[in-house]
């Protein structure tokens, strides 16, 4: 048992399945827990995912209840909402997409270029503190701030002439309410990686770069960014990943009947219908097609980059 | 590197300088109102819009007299920790044991067992499959349902996984010649290596847990005495829902509890974030490390 000093590759590719079981017997013990508790918390509810094609009852279970094929989907698609909630899912996300996620890489390069380090020290502490406050206070401070005598209604209303509301009662407002308190709360946090990636940046090619004569935002474009591009991609594909799944707690804890037209998404869909309502074979499909939807999302987006940048998340690892 | 310092160059500096103090700003001055509200003269509180940079009248503790002599927060609080302490500490401990099996070169399920925890990052069952499995599992208004079910996730397996794999073989190695077993090749040698680690992950179970409520909203409907702060937070906050936490403590007259409502709220809001505000300074060296350490390398 002792002779695995000096591990050949090949040996332990040979090796029986009764030969490694002795070996790690204390090992394949170890890996009991951990198995049953994946397989009980995140495969079982997929095998549960047999009641989007189910009439569920739950005091039938998945074995007694009725079949019904694809009905819950039809249902769904059918459904007068259907193209209300996919679109609101989209834009949410993309809003995210196209403007927080830029931003935050905006953000990494400005504190890039402070060289007062105290300075950059105090910023980044404040940005990154409101990414561990909670979701519950985050939307009560919203549900404050946007009240009809709040500071951001008072604010609103003093720049666009509009009487005061509850802006949280407008479905017009609800994806800029939803986009702002996003970049509040995730802004700094979300730039924490990119800078991370920017001062591994060789300091080498920008000193050639500025001997050359090339401006500091010339640098920036030519060098930092085309650095840090590896780590752009992988987020993006993370992000694109979880395209239709939107931060949806907040939007449970901030949304109302009154702003479901523009507020209602996919999981909040799913949530209101499967625990508040028990319609389980319905909402099961629901988040089913979402599941899917995601799979093939990142399944893709994970494809292309490995195409393109020669970086790719699911692998975990940078091909050389 | 020795910059010229232009015109356009001081332009850009005065711009970037002052756009990040904005948003420093930005950033704090939520808090801060609603630090110096919880402390301001109810009677003031009442009427008043914007911003409170400083405490209105004269500064109380009222409202935290109320809001810690309250036992409907009291027990927030204590199921809060209790869930905190559990989740955490088991789940790190259980976390560390998966990344350590899945960082294993001789054995057979490193690789089969690396795939199946992975497999669960891209695809799950959602939200109605899950909670028919805790339903299942007689966990409903139960305080394993909180407990349980979040003490491990795949990206953090993942993570004690690179962080196992940056460590020279050689360790093991030699531990195992003096006839180490695998449990304290793990415990006693291994895992004080990646400390680190263990403390980013740690951390953010903490965190993850402190500021939970969905999983308790749904989980411990009927279980009002077994909510975690935060959700009795929700109501508050947010569902305002003063008088019913008011009431049961001291059956007040409907005029002070309008009154005082709006100051026990900002009390709760404070009494609620506190802790995560005074650790995360300290965390905060950590949790950068943590975030670069998960395996995404620019």
Redesign the interface.
Known sequence: M?A??F?SPKK?CD?S?RH?LA??K???L??I???A??L??????????L?AFQDFK?QRGILGSNWVGVKNFVDFFTNPSFWTILRNTLVISLLGLVIAFPMSIV?AL??N??NWKP?KK??Q??????Y??????I???V???CAS???VT?IFCAITGKPAENLLTNPNYFWAINLLSDL?QN??YSS??FV???T?VS?EL??AA?IDGAT??RRVWSITIP??M??IV??LILRCGSLLSVGF?KI??LYSPSTYSTADVI?TH??RL??EKAQ?GY??AV??F??VIN?IL??TANHFSRKYTDTA??Q?R?KR | MIERTTKSRVVFCVFNYGLLIVFGFLCVIPLWHVLMASVSDPRLLMGSAGIIFAPLGRATLDGYGIVLSNSAVLLGYGNTLLYVVANAAAGTLLTAIAGFLVSRKNFRLAKPLTAFIMFTMIFNGGLIPTYMVIRGLGFINTRWAIIVPALMNAYYVIVMKSAFEQLPAAYEESAKLDGAGSARILFQILLPLIKPTVVVVFMFAVIGQWNSWYPASIYLPRAREKWPLQLIMRSLLIQNDVSKLLTTSSGDANHVINMTGNLVKYCVTVVGTLPILIAYPFAQRYFVTGITLGGVKG
């Not at chain 1, 009980?40 to 995912?49: C, D, E, S």
């Not at chain 1, 502490?125 to 409101?130: A, L, W």
């Open positions: 002792q695995k000093a591990p332990t090796t399945l490694d070996m790690n204390g090992l394949y170890l890996a827990p951990i198995i508790f994946f009980v918390f995140n495969y079982a509810p997929m095998g549960g995912l009641i739950p953000f400005q504190l270029e402070i300075f105090t910023i502490t404040v940005s990154y503190m409101p561990f406050i909670s979701l519950v206070v939307c009560g401070l549900t404050e701030f005598n709040g500071v008072g509040w802004l700094g924490i990686i991370a990636a920017i591994s300091a920008h000193e500025a500091r935002l650095s840090i590896p780590t992988t987020m707690e449970l804890l999981s799913v949530q499967g625990i389980y909402s099961t988040g089913l979402n599941s799979t990142l399944i998340v699911l975990g940078k």
